[in-house]
């Protein structure tokens, strides 16, 4: 199994930045790609943004593109998610996620292995 632990949340005022960090232990190994989604209050987990392990394609979505950055270090098993230019509509629990599967998803379902989440408040 995976183990991933998520850090880095906390409160921002707009305009801001955050670093979120996500530390994988386990069988990491059979994890082809890695993930960041957030899910805000009353609404559905969505994507934010991917990255795989070995080459480092990554793949943002359209509301972060431009404004975060996924990144990971293999030495230590770990992603990272630098959030600049934050908005209050960035607002959200933030999750990392692992799946074995070569193609990239943005459909939360296909993920393999969760984290806990880390929340992240940007104020107005």
């Known amino acids: 199994q995976v183990q991933l632990v998520e850090s880095g949340g906390g409160l921002v005022q707009a305009g801001g930045s955050l670093r979120l960090s996500c530390a994988a232990s386990g069988r990491t190994a059979i994890t082809t790609r890695m993930y960041w989604f957030r899910q805000a209050p009353g609404k559905e987990r969505e994507f934010v943004a991917t990255i795989r392990w070995i080459g480092g394609t990554t793949y943002y979505a359209d509301s972060v593109k431009g404004r975060f950055t996924i990144s990971k270090d293999n030495a230590k098993n770990s992603l990272d998610l630098q959030m600049n230019s934050l908005k209050p509509e960035d607002t959200a629990v933030y999750y990392c996620?692992?799946?074995?599967?070569?193609?990239?998803?943005?459909?939360?379902?296909?993920?393999?292995?969760w984290g806990k989440g880390t929340l992240v408040t940007v104020s107005s």
């Open positions: 996620a692992a799946s074995g599967g070569m193609v990239i998803t943005t459909q939360p379902a296909r993920m393999d292995y």
